[in-house]
């Protein structure tokens, strides 16, 4: 009994629980197509007692038609449940059996010998509408066997029917029954075309989802691909940091007079030998830097409450060593206030020693003017030089990797990252790095930082 | 400004760093008292053997066969090296290792190449307290 309720319990299940195909989120395609399969229930019940009514020219046979249209349409609900799930035959089989009962039913109505041949030419089209969706495979299994079923059917049926349902019947007209039965087979091959369509719609959705699969993979293998890469930057970065360690300063040593009396002349040379050296330093953590952020993998170590002050005050001194010789005078205007914000300062203070250095080489007269104020939602930090300005057809090859203006060429000591690294950092802070210049009155460079960073602080 | 007594250990790897370092500490600096290690092997016996007993230790990161964050963790539970100023002295400044380095416990990052002009001040602050960055 148990074990009854249980497969019970369970065919009801599979006829009531959708395919996850059908549940889910392409909403409007199985919307559409349960619209589609609801209407044509209905056209199939209305068709069938419309048909035998006007071969009958009377509604006597309501009843006799009653019994099979119901079985028949709650066969193709059934079937139409069946075909929701993934299993496809058993509701072939369904359906074949649906046209059966229709196809009996028809022949249990069959009366007069010529009413049904008005009707023959539009039922074949139908019928061959029908065929034109569904494969041949399943066009022929399902004619095969109804041609069988008929064919019993015309053998035994008028001797049973006189039995049971104690009237006389004409003897079978044959067309009829072929009539009636193009008509069920046509409305089922559109059931067909319907299970087709299910099956079509779950083949997207499978390969969607391998697809899915597939693009997973290859993020992973980029992922895998990028820490390969960030190891490798870490590792050079290392491994040429350390000779330079040596190069700098056993040099510095021998210039100052650490390893004994240097004369003028060397203690120069050894001076352009230190110079170099630190270039190629930065040059060295520039590359590395840029290699970061066009890999994608580019992190800020945010902290909260950072105090901008020291930092401004930290860029302006290292800096100031660059106007020694120069009558250039450098002004920090800074608010009493400025607001603690949440940022990386290495990242900050690289920002702004970068532009700050930039005014300071690129000045002769005149002077930097370094200031900041707050707005809504920023705090806006500006370096305003004297300089020589930047003329209009150069102001993309500023944030342009390795591009140098003319000016900045000559000068030859920048490797022309300086600029897109700070404009990638600020923007990766949720801020923004811009300028405002015109030539021979000198430029303006202003960071904009968010008071509340949107950056997602690193996991160290 | 350094203490008379300053006794420095450093360890690393890299022979030419730690001339470097003997030369900066030594004749740059005038401490009297460093010891220079190529490994971290025996490391605790190294340590507890080293006369006058080190007041500053400075790391190099990337070594064998305990690395500087081992090897800082060690002196740390070492209970009379516990409470020595150290120092990790990286050619790794890449902000990733920086920040792996302060989630191990170091407060004084300093980084290779050294500066001659401001190495003196950075070790100041070390024996201060300080934090040092970079």
């Known amino acids: 009994m148990n074990s009854l309720r249980l497969s019970i319990h369970r065919i009801w299940l599979s006829v009531t629980t959708p395919h996850p195909s059908v549940l889910s989120s392409d909403v409007r395609r199985v919307r559409l197509l349960l619209s589609i399969i609801v209407s044509f229930i209905l056209l199939n019940l209305f068709g069938i007692v419309l048909v035998f009514a006007?071969?009958?020219?009377?509604?006597?046979?309501?009843?006799?038609?009653?019994?099979p249209c119901a079985l028949a349409t709650a066969l193709t609900l059934f079937a139409y449940g069946i075909a929701r799930s993934p299993r496809h035959m058993p509701a072939v089989y369904l359906i074949m059996l649906n046209a059966a009962i229709l196809t009996y039913g028809a022949i249990l109505a069959t009366p007069g010998p010529d009413s049904a041949t008005k009707y023959a030419p539009m039922i074949v089209l139908g019928t061959l509408i029908g065929g034109l969706f569904?494969?041949?495979?399943?066009?022929?299994?399902?004619?095969?066997?109804?041609?069988?079923?008929?064919?019993v059917v015309m053998l035994i049926f008028p001797r049973v029917v006189t039995g049971i349902f104690g009237f006389t019947v004409e003897p079978i007209e044959s067309f009829s029954i072929f009539v009636t039965q193009l008509i069920v087979h046509g409305m089922?091959?559109?059931?067909?075309?319907?299970?087709?369509?299910?099956?079509?719609?779950?083949?997207?959705?499978?390969?969607?989802?391998?697809?899915?699969?597939?693009?997973?993979?290859?993020?992973?293998?980029?992922?895998?691909?990028?820490?390969?890469k960030s190891a490798f930057l870490a590792s050079m970065s290392h491994e040429l940091r350390t000779p330079l360690n040596a190069v700098i300063n056993f040099t510095k040593f021998v210039q100052n007079g650490v390893m004994g009396p240097v004369n003028d002349r060397q203690k120069e040379t050894l001076g352009k030998v230190?110079?170099?050296?630190?270039?190629?330093?930065?040059l060295i953590n520039d590359v590395l830097d840029i290699s970061k952020i066009e890999a994608g993998s580019l992190k800020l170590f945010v902290e909260p409450n950072i105090d901008l002050n020291p930092i401004i005050q930290t860029a302006v001194e290292t800096t100031l060593p660059l106007l020694a010789d120069k009558g250039v005078k450098l002004e920090l205007d800074l608010p009493d206030q400025l607001p603690a914000i949440a940022c990386d300062q290495q990242r900050v203070r690289q920002i702004l020693l970068n532009i700050v250095s930039n005014a300071c080489k690129?000045?002769?007269?005149?002077?930097?003017?370094?200031?900041?104020?707050?707005?809504?939602?920023?705090?806006?930090?500006?370096?305003?030089?004297?300089?020589?300005?930047?003329?209009?057809?150069?102001?993309?090859?500023?944030?342009?990797?390795?591009?140098?203006?003319?000016?900045?060429?000559?000068?030859?000591d920048g490797t022309g990252l300086g600029m897109p690294i700070s404009r990638s950092l600020a923007e990766a802070h949720g801020g923004?790095?811009?300028f405002e210049s015109t030539v021979g009155q000198g430029s303006t460079f202003f960071v904009a930082l968010p008071l509340n960073v949107v950056a997602e602080p690193a996991v160290v | 400004m350094l203490p008379i007594d300053?006794?420095?250990?450093?360890?690393?790897?890299?022979?030419?760093?730690?001339?470097?370092?003997?030369?900066?500490?030594?004749?740059?600096?005038?401490?009297?008292?460093?010891?220079?290690?190529?490994d971290s092997h025996n490391f605790i016996a190294h340590l507890e053997a080293i006369n006058p007993p080190p007041s500053l230790i400075l790391l190099d990161i990337h070594m064998q066969p305990y690395d500087g964050l081992e090897l800082l963790a060690m002196i740390r539970r070492h209970p009379r090296f516990a409470a020595v100023p150290i120092a990790a002295l990286t050619a790794s400044v890449m902000n990733e290792e920086v920040h792996r380095l302060w989630g191990a416990g170091f407060k004084a990052v300093i980084?290779?190449?050294?500066?001659?002009?401001?190495?003196?001040?950075?070790?100041?602050?070390?024996?201060?307290?300080?934090?040092?960055?970079g």
């Open chain 2, 6 to 38: 300053l006794s420095v250990l450093y360890v690393d790897d890299d022979d030419y760093s730690r001339e470097v370092m003997q030369v900066m500490l030594a004749e740059v600096m005038g401490v009297r008292h460093i010891t220079l290690l190529p």
């Open chain 1, 274 to 282: 230190v110079v170099n050296s630190k270039h190629l330093l930065s």
């Open chain 1, 54 to 67: 006007l071969i009958e020219d009377s509604l006597q046979m309501e009843l006799i038609f009653a019994a």
């Open chain 1, 362 to 412: 690129f000045t002769e007269e005149g002077h930097i003017r370094i200031t900041a104020h707050m707005t809504d939602n920023d705090v806006i930090i500006s370096v305003a030089d004297t300089g020589p300005g930047i003329a209009a057809e150069d102001h993309d090859l500023i944030f342009a990797p390795f591009r140098q203006t003319e000016s900045g060429l000559r000068r030859a």
């Open chain 1, 134 to 151: 569904l494969n041949v495979r399943e066009t022929g299994v399902v004619a095969a066997m109804l041609g069988i079923g008929l064919l």
């Open chain 2, 111 to 133: 980084a290779k190449p050294i500066d001659m002009e401001r190495f003196p001040g950075q070790i100041e602050k070390v024996l201060a307290g300080e934090i040092v960055h």
């Open chain 1, 432 to 434: 923004r790095l811009w």
């Open chain 1, 188 to 228: 089922n091959l559109c059931i067909l075309f319907f299970m087709d369509l299910r099956d079509r719609l779950e083949q997207e959705r499978i390969q969607e989802r391998t697809r899915a699969i597939e693009q997973e993979q290859l993020a992973l293998a980029y992922k895998r691909a990028d820490e390969v």
